[in-house]
T-cell receptor, first 115, second 111 residues
Framework: GAVVSQHPSRVICKSGTSVKIECRSLDFQATTMFWYRQFPKQSLMLMATSNEGSKATYEQGVEKDKFLINHASLTLSTLTVTSAHPEDSSFYIC???????????FGSGTRLTVV | GQQLNQSPQSMFIQEGEDVSMNCTSSSIFNTWLWYKQDPGEGPVLLIALYKAGELTSNGRLTAQFGITRKDSFLNISASIPSDVGIYFCAGRSNYGQNFVFGPGTRLSVLP
């Protein structure tokens, strides 16, 4: 089946620093990957759609300079939270579309805590 | 834009009971997906539905693609403690479009 690997699973960083989260499709190619943010006890909030070889498409209200997305290959997308602040603390999840049979395959998520 | 509603928002049931939840859309969909998210994990695909009226099972889970194409249902029979989690539906109107996700149904199973 389609597998998506997301790293790191947990990260604690100091306020003002940047954090990079990686999302890899292990056994399929993904021209499109998606980045979500999830607050406690809430649903998935789509942040941006990551397109291989081109700029990401950000949802309304998501700062593109704050959340840098790079999709350099068909199997890797990265999300960098720049100049992180405590309010950026959240659960970030990536997903990749594995075709009509697999639908969306999600990574296991990254719990970011900014102190 | 397209929106999905899920009902109920949350539910508490006794172990062994059956569970029913649904997902409704304001527009017609051609694909429905059901996911489960365990605490601290990413969602995992449970069932995919591609045709109106389709009924598909995955173990104790059964999902149906509503005849009107504006809704879908998920049933869990004989619930067990590991059924605890958030169940999300997702749907799309046309091939090639992004899926939209519902707000989720949070299931708690009491021993």
């Amino acid at each position: 089946g389609a597998v998506v690997s997301q790293h790191p699973s947990r990260v604690i960083c100091k306020s003002g620093t940047s954090v990079k989260i990686e999302c890899r499709s292990l056994d399929f190619q993904a021209t499109t990957m998606f980045w979500y943010r999830q607050f406690p006890k809430q649903s998935l909030m789509l942040m941006a759609t990551s397109n291989e070889g081109s700029k990401a498409t950000y949802e309304q209200g998501v700062e593109k300079d704050k959340f840098l997305i790079n999709h350099a290959s068909l199997t890797l997308s990265t999300l960098t939270v720049t100049s992180a602040h405590p309010e950026d603390s959240s659960f970030y999840i990536c997903s990749a579309f594995g075709g009509d049979f697999y639908g969306y395959t999600f990574g296991s998520g990254t719990r970011l805590t900014v102190v | 834009g397209q929106q999905l509603n899920q009902s109920p928002q949350s539910m508490f049931i006794q172990e062994g009971e059956d569970v029913s939840m649904n997902c409704t859309s304001s527009s017609i969909f051609n694909t429905w997906l059901w996911y489960k998210q365990d605490p601290g994990e990413g969602p995992v695909l449970l069932i995919a539905l591609y045709k109106a009226g389709e009924l598909t099972s995955n173990g104790r889970l059964t999902a149906q693609f509503g005849i009107t194409r504006k809704d879908s249902f998920l049933n869990i029979s004989a619930s067990i403690p590991s059924d605890v989690g958030i169940y999300f539906c997702a749907g799309r109107s046309n091939y090639g479009q992004n899926f939209v996700f519902g707000p989720g149904t949070r299931l708690s199973v009491l021993p």
